[in-house]
């Protein structure tokens, strides 16, 4: 499974932006997908998750509410909408992929940028 994140950006407190994931390589139906965000020094967080097939999504208290995960079966690509944004959401982005039966997500793609300016 090979992952191209993109949509990454300087937004306004309170703004929103929508980043995509490209996937590719093989069947995702049984694969979970994730979004995950790091700050210097920290360890990376999930934001968001969904199970390819059926949908089931996952937030954490963090972001529910605000960010929306979301796929394309057609076009192979996972969104993230996130609005009413913050300055501590500032953050590389990335997406990732793992086997439903696996704990750890193992497929990453390159992470993209996003800064909140207060």
């Known amino acids: 499974v090979q992952l191209q994140a993109s949509g990454g950006g300087l937004v306004q407190a309170g703004g929103s932006l929508r980043l995509s994931c490209v996937v590719s390589?093989?069947?995702?139906?049984?694969?979970?997908m994730g979004w995950f965000r790091q700050t210097p020094g920290a360890e990376r967080e999930l934001v968001a998750s969904i199970r390819w097939s059926p949908g089931t999504t996952y937030y954490p208290d963090s972001v529910k509410g605000r960010f929306t995960i979301s796929r394309d079966n057609r076009q192979k690509t996972m969104y993230l909408q996130m609005d009413s944004l913050k300055p501590e959401d500032t953050a590389i982005y990335f997406c990732?992929?793992?086997?439903?039966?696996?704990?750890?997500?193992?497929?990453w793609g390159q992470g993209t940028l996003v800064t909140v300016s207060s």
């Open positions: 990732a992929a793992r086997m439903f039966a696996t704990e750890s997500y193992n497929f």
């Open positions: 390589g093989r069947t995702l139906a049984n694969y979970c």
